[in-house]
T-cell receptor, first 113, second 107 residues
Framework: DGGITQSPKYLFRKEGQNVTLSCEQN?????MYWYRQDPGQGLRLIYY???????QKGDIAEGYSVSREKKESFPLTVTSAQKNPTAFYLC????????????FGNGTRLTVT | AQRVTQPEKLLSVFKGAPVELKCNYS??????LFWYVQYSRQRLQLLLR??SRESIKGFTADLNKGETSFHLKKPFAQEEDSAMYYC?????????FGPGTRLSVLP
């Protein structure tokens, strides 16, 4: 069954700690994305990757980092530099960059205290 | 900058009533527009896109370039339509999402 898997579903961290969110897809999509979903603000793009070993900053990349060493995987690290990290994070993929539809994962809710 | 606005955060209608979720965009070129939907405890998924001109689950959306709008409509709302709806704009190689409208269909 093809799709995007995000783990864990819920994540709790202490302020000052880095945390990595997992995103894996078996759709053979080239492009992958990370969005942050906040109430009343829609989805905001954090980082995207058009192809393996390449990634670009989105609109709100500060305090985040990513890697794309494998086509299937696009992990997101929320660093201690991110000022407001508590949020719902969505990973998505598409066949090519700029193509749609976007296929989304179930999301990870990160709470930092 | 390209933007997508959805003026209603929450829209409540009764079952069987018509529903219209508003979406306006700002983009001077030829846009590609979409509606995504997120049902309770489900992942965000594509509902429809303007270039396909199809009706999905009874919903339709017409692109009005003059009014820069892409409103989502359904003549008779059902309780299972209750969800969060996002309008999205694709331009060039970028996507931008609106803030979303929560539709609540009351029995």
């Amino acid at each position: 069954d093809g799709g995007i898997t995000q783990s864990p579903k819920y994540l709790f961290r202490k302020e000052g700690q880095n945390v990595t969110l997992s995103c894996e897809q078996n759709l053979n999509h080239d492009a992958m994305y990370w969005y942050r979903q906040d109430p009343g603000q829609g989805l905001r793009l954090i980082y995207y990757s058009q192809i393996v070993n390449d990634f670009q900053k989105g609109d709100i990349a500060e305090g985040y980092s990513v890697s794309r060493e494998k086509k299937e995987s696009f992990p997101l690290t929320v660093t201690s530099a991110q000022k407001n990290p508590t949020a719902f994070y969505l990973c998505a993929s598409s066949i090519n960059w700029g193509d749609s539809p976007l296929h989304f994962g179930n999301g990870t809710r990160l709470t930092v205290t | 900058a390209q933007r997508v606005t959805q003026p209603e955060k929450l829209l409540s209608v009764f079952k069987g009533a018509p529903v219209e979720l508003k979406c306006n965009y700002s983009y001077s070129g030829s846009p590609e527009l979409f509606w995504y939907v997120q049902y309770s405890r489900q992942r965000l998924q594509l509902l429809l896109r303007h270039i396909s001109r199809e009706s999905i689950k009874g919903f339709t959306a017409d692109l009005n370039k003059g009014e820069t709008s892409f409103h989502l409509k359904k003549p008779f709302a059902q309780e299972e339509d209750s969800a969060m709806y996002y309008c999205a704009l694709s331009y060039g190689q970028n996507f931008v999402f609106g803030p979303g409208t929560r539709l609540s269909v009351l029995p």
